[in-house]
């Protein structure tokens, strides 16, 4: 199972159940939500910033987990 993180609003959530995606810069964002989704596409910078410091040290915005793995 992939989880990614919203850049908007800092949701974790299961990569399928994304309500929407953007491609950005050769980088492809998730959202929870449509409202995040419309946030992001109208100043991706703005959300940028601080998400891609975060992100920096992992490399990706998405985060894989074994089945075991969960609760």
Do not use: H
């Amino acid at each position: 199972m992939i989880v990614v993180k919203d850049p908007v609003c800092g949701m974790v959530f299961v990569k399928e159940d994304a309500a929407g995606q953007t491609l950005y810069k050769g980088e492809t964002y998730y959202f929870c939500a449509p409202s995040c989704k419309k946030s992001f596409d109208s100043d991706p910078q703005k959300y940028l910033a601080a998400f891609n410091d975060i992100q920096s040290s992992k490399g990706s915005n998405e985060i894989n987990i074994r089945e075991d793995e969960k609760e």
